[in-house]
Each structure stands twice: as C-alpha cells, then as structure tokens.
C-alpha cells in the first residue's frame, strides 16, 4: 500500500544490477515503487577508493557505515534493511485538481485526509489556494495571517539563508494530519514561487523531496485552475484526482483536464491520474441520470465507481471549519467517500 524509497548502494558500478542481499524483492528501475535515492556511480566509486585509503577502511565497510547513518536516520520509516540496502517509506503524493471552482476539491482534500488518518496514515496537506479554504478546515483561517505558510516558505527558499521546509509545517488537531497552509498573501507569493521556477526550484517539489520520508500520503489542494502554479504543482505530484459534478460542461472538462495532464506529463513522466470522480450529485434529479453515463463513458476506466452525494452536511462541516468526515462520521456524504479512499488505495497502492 504503502510506496517504498529503496535506498542501495550498488558498488559494482553496474547500473543494470539491482538488488538486495536479504530477501527483499527484486523491482527494476522504473517500477512504480521503485526510487533509487544512492547508486553508486563510477566517480563516486573512485572518491570513495581514496577515502577508504586514507581512512584505511575497506571501501565495503565505508558504503555499510553510510547506509547504517541512513538507516539510523529514517529508522522510524524503515521496513527491511541488509547489509547491501534498505527500503524506507515514502510518502505518496497526489493532488485534487480542476479546472472549475466549487467541484469539491477543497471538501475532497479534507475527507481523504481525516479518512486516511483514521486508516493509520500520516498526512501532509499542502494549501496553494489563496483563498485558504482548506487552511481555514484545519485550524488556520487565512484571516489571520498565521507566521508559517506557503508564502513565507516560497520567500524563505529564496533567501541568502534558507530554513529546512519542517520549519513551515504546522500541526493540526489531528495528530496524524500536518498542513503548510495558506492564505490571501499567496496571491503575491505565488510570483515568488514561479521567480523560484525560473532559477530552477520548484517549491512544491522541494516540500515532497524534504518530507517525502516523514508522511505516508502528502495531498496538495489546487485552486480552479490550469495556470502555471497548478502545473508546478503537477510537476511535483504523482497522482491527481478530478472532482467532477454531473453536467454537460463537465464532459468537456474531462476532455480538456486529460488533454493538459498528457500535456504535463512530458516534463513529469511519473504523472497519472489516480481518477475522477463524482461529487455533489443528486440522483433523484434528471439531469444526474442524463450526464453520470455520459461523463462516465467520456473518463472511461478513470471514473471511480462511488458517487458522493448531494448533502447539506458539507456546507454545514464547512461553517464548523472541520472535514465533513469528522463533523458526519455515519452520514452518506463519509460513507460514500470512505469507499472511494478504498478504490484509490486499491488503484495506486
Ligand atoms: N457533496 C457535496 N454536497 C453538497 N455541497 C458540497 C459537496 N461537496 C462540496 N460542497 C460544497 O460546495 C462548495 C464548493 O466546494 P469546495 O470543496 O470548496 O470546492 P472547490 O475546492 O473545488 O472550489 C462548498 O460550499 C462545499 O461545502
Ligand atoms: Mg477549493
């Protein structure tokens, strides 16, 4: 279920040989769970031959003690560890992304975190929507210009001295939740985040490359948009999910949303689209009867099967600032979504 950073240290300078010595299994380079952090290169091959002479250590010996450091300092997130490797947690990384406003992404955000971490997962939820919607669900309402957000990051990598990125996650009520929030302020700084683009970092790519080891899922929720912050962020995610209501301009935006995603996907090969899914639907309309066939054929496979439905309980969860989820535990909008996180975890376990 879980993805899994496979840290080894590959002294044979073969870059066609993968593999551990105690019973881990065998993945090539470019499967899905498969991140090779440290493989030997041949100049590093020949770095590590001077130290070894000098420190008259045994080149094998040096490669172990650096791993053990590795391993002392992930030991909370390691699964299995041997003498030539380890295999640590990452975190997988997905994004609630559209096009339209008002489609649920914010209310989708909150539920897949507070259901995840009553799974056992840790989460980190990233806010980039200035409108700090999801902010406001977590305790930090973008009225109050809290210290740490995403905006003081983004300066923050710009500057002479940087600070490490945990220094911006804030904790919520939820133990098992973390947030960098955001807030109007973010209008502004998402200039800085894209100034940052141009010399080369992507902020949000930074945030899941630092925190990646610490949280099982990291969720990024977007504002309605296809501008060029959402495809920074589509360049740092894995997966995306697509809200969709069940109306006629909705068929489009499968079309359109597919076609950007293809789009991104050439400077982040490792994108894909978890699915779409239907949220806010009444099927004791005519109108939710005419479209949900239609909009299911146009995202074929892609659409989830399980709708979220219509329900006053997400706008009053919403007023009480907190996931629908947590405020309706037993209520149909939880329900439903509980089966959805079920098909997610299924699909990109
Ligand atoms: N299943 C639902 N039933 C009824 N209202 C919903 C549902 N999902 C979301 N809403 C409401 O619709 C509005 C927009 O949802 P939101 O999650 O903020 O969308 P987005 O983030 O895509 O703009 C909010 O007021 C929210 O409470
Ligand atoms: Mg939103």
Redesign the pocket.
């Known amino acids: 279920m879980r993805q899994v950073l496979y840290v080894f240290l590959d002294l044979s300078t073969k870059p066609s040989v993968y593999y551990f010595q105690k019973g881990v299994s065998l993945l090539p380079r470019n499967h899905p769970r498969t991140r090779i952090t440290s493989t030997v290169s041949t100049p590093l091959s020949d770095k590590l031959s001077i130290i070894s002479d000098v420190i008259e250590l045994p080149k094998s010996e040096l490669i172990d003690e650096a791993l053990e450091l590795l391993v002392q300092k992930y030991k909370d997130r390691v699964i299995t560890s041997g003498s030539k490797g380890a295999s640590i947690f990452m975190a997988k990384t997905l994004a609630f992304c559209?096009h339209?406003?008002?489609?649920?992404?914010?209310?989708?955000t909150a539920c897949f975190a507070d259901l995840l971490s009553k799974r056992g997962y840790h989460v980190l939820l990233i806010d980039t929507?200035s409108q700090g919607?999801l902010s406001k669900r977590f305790g930090y309402p973008p009225q109050q210009h809290f210290e740490k957000t995403l905006t003081q990051l983004v300066d923050d990598i710009l500057s002479d001295e940087p600070h490490p990125v945990t220094d911006f996650v804030c904790a919520t009520q939820n133990k098992s939740i973390d947030i960098i929030p955001c807030d109007d302020r973010y209008a502004e700084g998402v200039k800085h985040m894209l100034s940052a683009v141009m010399l080369g970092i992507n902020a949000y790519k930074l945030i899941v490359h630092e925190l990646s080891t610490h949280y099982d899922f990291i969720i990024f929720?977007t504002k309605?948009a296809v501008d060029d912050d959402v495809k920074q962020v589509m360049l740092a995610t894995q997966w995306v999910m697509i809200?969709t209501d069940a109306a006629d301009d909705s068929i489009d935006g499968a079309r359109n949303t597919l076609k950007f995603i293809k789009a991104i996907r050439r400077g982040n090969p490792d994108l894909a689209v978890a699915g779409a899914f239907f949220?806010?639907v009444n099927m004791r309309t005519s109108v939710a009867h005419d479209y949900v066939p239609q909009i299911r054929e146009a995202w074929g496979p892609l659409m989830f099967e399980p709708i979220?439905?219509?329900?006053?309980?997400?706008?009053k969860?919403?007023g009480y600032h907190a996931p629908v989820s947590e405020k309706y535990p037993n209520g149909k909008?939880t329900r439903n979504f509980s089966k959805l996180v079920e098909e997610v975890l299924n699909r990109i376990g």
């Open positions: 559209s339209k406003g008002g489609v649920g992404k914010t209310t989708s929507d919607n929720d309605p809200p949220n806010a979220i439905p219509y329900s006053q309980d997400a706008k969860a919403e909008i």
